[in-house]
């Protein structure tokens, strides 16, 4: 009967089930095994459960294997802050927003305590963590859905600086050359775009960045048309 049903109708029926059902998909027989591995439904899967690309892209589209590999890494943290810094490197917007949702202490302003499974000490950083992975779609996406998604007009931007650091946000994309995250920061952030001339480290930080020089020069240059100068002990000890 299984050898019966043609491939397009095959497909169809898979497209309603999930990676967890491989196993007795693949164990029913070889054909349904050979039409489980189609690109196209591990692509959807991956959109809907990881969300972004294979990785790395020199997979060219596996996105079965890639779908694995991460499911299979994710699974072997034990700690929650693990998961999430692996999914932000990866750039698995759905597991972090997922991660994010369910545990509210990873947006907490307030240290939390060790307990099994979860970490502890200072509340996770997942802005300074994006923008030090250079994740501009994920760094959008945290901003937007996690952080201030109901953000109220009257709140100042500086207490909300206060609250979630982010001038160590702020110092990760400069460091890390990161540009496209310092523009959209000075874009949404008022407050951003006041630190950038007030940081005065903020100059020596890109000076001893981590990035290639197009990246430092690119960085100090937007620093510079912002506001920010460079005093003669900043250049010694950027030298240094």
């Known amino acids: 009967m299984a050898e019966e049903v043609p491939p ?7 497209a309603s089930l999930s990676p967890k059902d491989s196993s007795r998909v693949c164990l029913t027989c070889k054909r ?7 690109n196209t439904l591990w692509k959807r899967w991956h959109k809907q459960c990881l969300g972004g690309e294979p990785f790395p892209p020199l997979q060219r589209g596996d996105w079965r294997k890639s779908f694995k590999k ?4 994710l699974n072997s943290f034990s700690v929650v802050k693990d998961k999430l810094f692996f999914a932000i490197e990866r750039n698995r917007h759905n597991i972090v927003l997922d991660l994010m949702t369910k545990n509210s202490f990873l947006t907490s302003v307030n240290k939390c305590p060790p307990k099994p499974g979860l970490g502890g000490g200072p509340y996770i950083n997942a802005l300074r963590a994006a923008a030090t992975a250079g994740k501009l779609s994920m760094f959008r996406m945290l901003w937007e859905k996690v952080y201030f998604p109901e953000r109220h007009e009257s709140a100042s931007d500086e207490e909300w600086a206060w609250k979630y650091r982010f001038d160590l946000t702020l110092q990760a994309s400069v460091v890390h050359g ?3 995250i310092l523009q959209y920061l000075v874009e949404v952030s008022p407050y951003m775009r ?14 001893k960045g981590k990035g290639d020089l197009n990246r430092i020069t690119n960085t100090i240059e937007y620093l510079l048309q912002h506001g920010a100068e460079l ?7 950027a030298l240094w």
Do not use: G, M, P, Y
């Open 8 to 14: 397009e109708l095959l497909l169809h029926i898979f």
């Open 32 to 38: 349904w095994n050979t039409h489980w591995k189609d």
């Open 70 to 73: 991460d499911i299979k890494q």
């Open 178 to 180: 990161n540009l496209a």
């Open 194 to 207: 006041k630190h950038i001339r007030d940081f005065n480290s903020l100059l020596s930080d890109a000076c």
């Open 231 to 237: 005093k003669h002990e900043q250049i010694r000890v």
